[in-house]
Structures are given as structure tokens and as C-alpha cells.
């Protein structure tokens, strides 16, 4: 290998082999250096598990809320993006009717034209949108 590091996939299997890298470039690099590399592997390590509680919690969120539910079952919407639309919009028995014609208040753009989909690609998230809130408003 010549001194090179070669690195694992993913960020995971990167913090499991830091330690023995350590190990091998203390040897070869300053007291100070290392010290520095310890702390920031410390700090990546209390950000995982910050990470780690938050999204404990939104997946408490999601089970308990039906209508985090209905939004996680659209196809690509995952535990974030469920949790925040139903934290944005509110209650979807409340904004099923506007979502069914399109309605949006003053001043607000559709999401999908914020993100840059095309018009066909707009009107299939706002129907699959709408179908969802649907559903779960007709659950409550």
C-alpha cells in the first residue's frame, strides 16, 4: 500500500476503522495533530448520536400520527419529509379540499414547482398528494 489509507464505504464503516489509522499515523504525526484528530472523531461521534435521538423521536411522531402515516406511503417520501409536511401543513382533514383543487394561500408557491419538477410531474405529486390526504382524512 505504500502509506496510502485506503478508505471503507460509508461514513460507518469509516469511523470503525479511525481508530486503528490512528494508531498507525501516530507514529508518523505530531502529539498536536493527533490530539485534533480525536476531538473532531468525538465531535462526529456526539453528532451521531444527536442524530441518533432526533430521529427516535420523528419515528415516534410518525407512529403515532396517521397522517405521517398516509405520507410516508407515498413512494420516496421517507421519515423526514413525512414528518415535516404534516408539521407544514397542519391536519390533513383541514387541507384535503384545498390540495383537491389545487388551492394554496396567498403568495405561496406549489412545493413541487419550488423544487424544479416539470408541470406533468407537478400535477402527479398534487393527485398522489391528494389521494393521500384523502385517505387519511376519511381514517380520523
Do not use: W, Y
Not at 11 to 29: C, I, S, Y
Not at 43 to 52: E, S
Not at 74 to 83: E, F, Q, R, S
Not at 123 to 139: D, E, K, Y
Amino acid at each position: 500500500m505504500g502509506g496510502r489509507i485506503v478508505r471503507p464505504e460509508g461514513h460507518v464503516a469509516l469511523l470503525e476503522e479511525l481508530p486503528d489509522a490512528f494508531e498507525q499515523a501516530q507514529q508518523r504525526l505530531p502529539d498536536m495533530l493527533m490530539q485534533s484528530l480525536r476531538e473532531q472523531l468525538a465531535r462526529v461521534k456526539d453528532l451521531q448520536a444527536d442524530i441518533a435521538r432526533i430521529e427516535h423521536r420523528l419515528f415516534e411522531q410518525l407512529r403515532a400520527t396517521p397522517a405521517c402515516q398516509t405520507i410516508a406511503e407515498i413512494p420516496g417520501v421517507g421519515l423526514l419529509t413525512a414528518t415535516a409536511v404534516v408539521a407544514t401543513m397542519g391536519s390533513p382533514a383541514t387541507r384535503a379540499p384545498a390540495v383537491q383543487r389545487g388551492g394554496r394561500r396567498r403568495g405561496q408557491q406549489a412545493g413541487a414547482h419550488r423544487l424544479g419538477c416539470s408541470e406533468p410531474q407537478q400535477t402527479l405529486a398534487s393527485q398522489h398528494l391528494a389521494r393521500s390526504l384523502n385517505a387519511s382524512a376519511s381514517r380520523s
